[in-house]
């Protein structure tokens, strides 16, 4: 009955291979994210989306690509990894559109992406 | 620039006290300000969430303030246990013209003492 999941939760690969990270929530929220966590412990919004609009964090690389197949999962793909994208990431979504308001955040666990 | 800051970096705090975590933000423009949890190789929990009208909220042992002139808010822990032992992170939701923008302190590291 886990409210956001996110798979895998560990994920090892080599430069320049493209992974995907899995994110569905069963809260039927209507935004979901996904935020960076550096070795600093420092998180970051990468993208925000719900069906209708996508609002990506302006320093994203564009090898970084969301997709939706549908309003429960938003799943991230990324193309020609590099050694600086080792950092967990994390799926969250909320029940408001992307127009703020005052629902919370909830979060995955994160997935931890180890590039080699 | 927003930008969200927490001191102390890290905190370790006998049994049973009472202490106070700082979360400060540079922008008072703000929709709402929310405090996480993050246990290790875990995800966030959310503990407390203040909208920008609101002064505080309390839920357990917990009570979070918000004093958006100054730019401050504070999350109170009372009683303290070990297995409040987590990083505590802040994260402002900022007014922006079009954007959803929500930016996160880098967090207290708390540790409990037995």
């Known amino acids: 009955d886990t409210a956001v999941s996110q798979t895998p939760k560990y994920l090892v690969t080599q430069m320049g291979n493209d992974k995907s990270i899995k994110c569905e929530q069963n809260?039927?929220?209507?935004?979901m994210y996904w935020y960076k966590q550096d070795s600093k412990k420092f998180l970051k919004i990468m993208f925000s989306?719900?069906?209708?609009?996508?609002?990506i964090n302006e320093t994203v690389p564009n090898r970084f690509s969301p997709k939706s197949p549908d309003k429960a999962h938003l799943n991230l793909h990324i193309n020609s990894l590099e050694l600086g994208d080792s950092a967990v990431y994390f799926c969250a979504s909320s029940p408001e559109g992307l127009r703020p308001g005052s629902e919370k955040l909830f979060f995955g666990s994160g997935t931890q992406l180890s590039v080699l | 620039k927003q930008e969200v800051t927490q001191i102390p970096a890290a905190l370790s705090v006998p049994e049973g006290e009472n202490l106070v975590l700082n979360c400060s933000f540079t922008d008072s423009a703000i929709y709402n300000l929310q405090w996480f949890r993050q246990d290790p190789g875990k995800g966030l929990t959310s503990l407390l969430l203040?909208?920008?009208?609101?002064r505080e909220q309390t839920s357990g042992r917990l009570n979070a303030s918000l004093d958006k002139s100054s730019g401050r808010s504070t999350l109170y822990i009372a009683a303290s246990q070990p297995g409040d032992s987590a990083t505590y992170l802040c994260a402002v939701r900022f007014l922006m013209n079009r954007d959803d923008k929500i930016i996160f302190g880098k967090g207290t590291r708390l540790h409990i003492l037995p």
């Open positions: 989306y719900n069906n209708k609009e996508l609002i």
């Open positions: 809260l039927g929220h209507d935004t």
């Open positions: 203040i909208q920008s009208s609101q």
